[in-house]
């Protein structure tokens, strides 16, 4: 496959699927005078916002409202968008006649020549990125984050300037394809059911984040969980042990054997890391990010960061002061002594699981969104004992009533606003309203953002 932008020019190339990710690339391809399609199933009206943004680019071809099999054959690549499931027919039936067939990730990065990190699992990513971010930069290092997020990973090859490390939040969709990848440090963070609307079994959605790992070399340094079972089993694979490896955990008992090979530990108020000879303690008393978690995710984050160069100094002052992620338990106002938190990016039940860790008693809760599959059985215990009231919303709220309706006072509403008003109206004093869906937001909106402010809008109001 091309490495070289000069060698796009006249090939033809059919992007599928007009997201941000299908804008990002078509301009990117464009630029380097390739021939570029671009294909989506929805209609013209349903994407005027992406194709405004392509009005200048007269070259590009639109394919819209369907599939054209004849287009596919005419093509010296197609490129997939990352929601975009490579088993459709028609994708078949290409590959078949000998057209090859790649996702964005697989692609761009190829063009990518400065150190690239994958940061993948199935929570954490944002916050690790965005943390690992603040310690260079505070360190006076400049990095770009993008890749699973609004910032797809074509838009660091749009931009003027360079950075000297590249970090890509990378998804389970964005591996699918992955022939030759291969990154400088992988951070993996955990490993939970999720998008079971795409994958057949937990078993394959696993197959897909294992192939971050394909091309791992002695120079590759992985940063992994130690306290998560599955992780732990990844790193047994042959193809993990080719590199180094440093471990993190919020476990004090695995200090000894962590700091012989490398890694963080978190023991009491402390931080202990040995990333080279010296073993170093960074202080965990003034953190503002709420549950244990949020540790773990500050140790691969400054694992991360110290490997490329962030300082002493610097990791400290940003495990003092970062103030988390929007939508991820962010802190929204408190009303008539009731706290509310915004946990828009809890899509899965992993993440509702390490929303209500951080909560003793008293939470209203509310969940639903885009059904995926998602067994959310796991979450009876901490139903029965923290959900004092649950509220679903969406086109999942039959299956998590099925599954938790039984340990909590429950109920189903029809819209999202419905949901918040009457969590509002069901909370005391002293109780917390959190809104972690446990679902992607696709059945009422176009994004977990969207869904966060539109929360927040509300809530604000309150008086």
Same mark, same amino acid.
């Given at each position: 496959?091309?490495?070289? $932008?000069?060698?796009?020019?006249?090939?033809?190339?059919?992007?599928?699927?007009?997201?941000?990710? #299908?804008?990002?690339?078509?301009?990117?391809?464009?630029?380097?005078?390739?021939?570029?399609?671009?294909?989506?199933?929805?209609?013209? /009206?349903?994407?005027?916002?992406?194709?405004?943004?392509?009005?200048?680019?007269?070259?590009?071809?639109?394919?819209?409202?369907?599939?054209?099999?004849?287009?596919?054959?005419?093509?010296?690549?197609?490129?997939?968008?990352p929601g975009v499931a490579p088993h459709l027919k028609i994708f078949?039936?290409?590959?078949?006649? #000998? &057209?090859?067939?790649?996702?964005?990730?697989?692609?761009?990065?190829?063009?990518?020549?400065?150190?690239?990190?994958?940061?993948?699992?199935?929570?954490?990513?944002?916050?690790?990125?965005?943390?690992?971010?603040?310690?260079?930069?505070e360190s006076g290092v400049e990095v770009w984050v993008g890749g699973?997020?609004?910032?797809?990973?074509?838009?660091?090859l749009l931009q003027d300037t360079k950075a000297r490390l590249v970090?890509?939040?990378?998804?389970?969709?964005?591996?699918?394809?992955?022939?030759?990848?291969? /990154?400088?440090?992988?951070?993996?963070?955990?490993?939970?059911?999720?998008?079971?609307?795409?994958?057949?079994?937990?078993?394959?959605?696993?197959?897909?984040?294992?192939?971050?790992?394909?091309?791992?070399?002695?120079?590759?340094?992985?940063?992994?969980?130690?306290?998560?079972?599955?992780? $732990?089993?990844?790193?047994?694979?042959?193809?993990?042990?080719?590199?180094?490896?440093?471990?993190?955990?919020?476990?004090?008992?695995?200090?000894?054997?962590?700091?012989?090979?490398?890694?963080?530990?978190?023991?009491?108020?402390?931080?202990?890391?040995?990333?080279? /000879?010296?073993?170093?303690?960074?202080?965990?008393?003034?953190?503002?990010? %709420?549950?244990?978690?949020?540790?773990?995710?500050?140790?691969?984050?400054?694992?991360?960061?110290?490997?490329?160069?962030?300082?002493?100094?610097?990791?400290?002052?940003?495990?003092?002061?970062? /103030?988390?992620? %929007?939508?991820?338990?962010?802190?929204?106002?408190?009303?008539?002594?009731?706290?509310?938190?915004?946990?828009?990016?809890?899509?899965?039940?992993?993440?509702?699981?390490?929303?209500?860790?951080?909560?003793?008693?008293?939470?209203?809760?509310?969940?639903?969104?885009?059904?995926?599959?998602?067994?959310?059985?796991?979450?009876?215990?901490?139903?029965?004992?923290?959900?004092?009231?649950? &509220?679903? $919303? #969406?086109?999942?709220?039959?299956?998590?009533?099925?599954?938790?309706?039984?340990?909590?006072?429950?109920?189903?509403?029809?819209?999202?606003?419905?949901?918040?008003?009457?969590?509002?109206? %069901?909370?005391? &004093?002293?109780?917390?309203?959190?809104?972690?869906? #446990?679902?992607?937001?696709?059945?009422?909106?176009?994004?977990?953002?969207?869904?966060?402010?539109?929360?927040?809008?509300?809530?604000?109001?309150?008086?």
């Amino acid at each position: 496959m091309w490495k070289e $932008v000069s060698e796009l020019k006249d090939k033809k190339i059919l992007i599928v699927g007009l997201g941000r990710t #299908g804008v990002s690339l078509a301009k990117f391809l464009t630029k380097h005078e390739a021939q570029v399609t671009v294909t989506d199933h929805k209609s013209k /009206p349903e994407l005027s916002s992406q194709l405004e943004q392509l009005d200048e680019y007269q070259n590009i071809k639109f394919e819209l409202g369907s599939h054209s099999p004849k287009t596919f054959l005419s093509q010296d690549l197609v490129i997939l968008s990352p929601g975009v499931a490579p088993h459709l027919k028609i994708f078949e039936y290409a590959r078949q006649q #000998g &057209i090859k067939i790649t996702g964005e990730f697989e692609f761009i990065s190829a063009f990518i020549k400065e150190p690239l990190v994958a940061v993948t699992g199935t929570n954490g990513k944002t916050t690790i990125s965005k943390l690992a971010e603040s310690m260079l930069r505070e360190s006076g290092v400049e990095v770009w984050v993008g890749g699973a997020t609004d910032r797809p990973l074509t838009n660091y090859l749009l931009q003027d300037t360079k950075a000297r490390l590249v970090i890509a939040e990378v998804s389970s969709f964005m591996l699918e394809h992955v022939v030759d990848f291969s /990154p400088n440090n992988i951070v993996f963070t955990n490993l939970a059911e999720n998008h079971l609307e795409r994958y057949r079994s937990m078993e394959d959605y696993v197959n897909a984040k294992r192939k971050v790992f394909k091309n791992t070399s002695q120079a590759t340094t992985s940063i992994l969980n130690a306290d998560d079972n599955a992780v $732990v089993e990844l790193a047994r694979d042959p193809s993990v042990q080719r590199g180094r490896i440093f471990y993190f955990s919020r476990k004090p008992a695995l200090e000894p054997q962590i700091m012989n090979i490398g890694g963080a530990v978190n023991v009491g108020d402390e931080l202990r890391v040995r990333t080279g /000879p010296e073993i170093e303690t960074f202080s965990i008393k003034n953190i503002k990010m %709420k549950g244990k978690h949020s540790i773990e995710n500050m140790m691969a984050a400054l694992l991360l960061a110290r490997e490329h160069g962030a300082t002493h100094e610097a990791v400290q002052k940003v495990i003092d002061s970062f /103030p988390g992620i %929007k939508h991820r338990l962010e802190y929204v106002r408190k009303v008539g002594g009731v706290l509310f938190y915004n946990d828009s990016k809890a899509t899965n039940v992993h993440a509702v699981s390490r929303a209500l860790d951080c909560f003793d008693e008293n939470v209203i809760l509310i969940a639903g969104g885009k059904d995926t599959n998602l067994n959310y059985g796991p979450l009876q215990n901490m139903i029965k004992r923290k959900v004092k009231t649950l &509220i679903l $919303v #969406g086109e999942a709220k039959e299956r998590i009533n099925r599954d938790l309706g039984d340990f909590s006072e429950t109920y189903l509403i029809g819209t999202f606003e419905e949901a918040v008003l009457i969590a509002y109206q %069901k909370s005391r &004093i002293g109780d917390i309203v959190l809104l972690s869906p #446990g679902c992607s937001s696709f059945d009422m909106f176009d994004s977990y953002e969207e869904r966060g402010d539109y929360f927040k809008e509300i809530v604000k109001k309150f008086r």
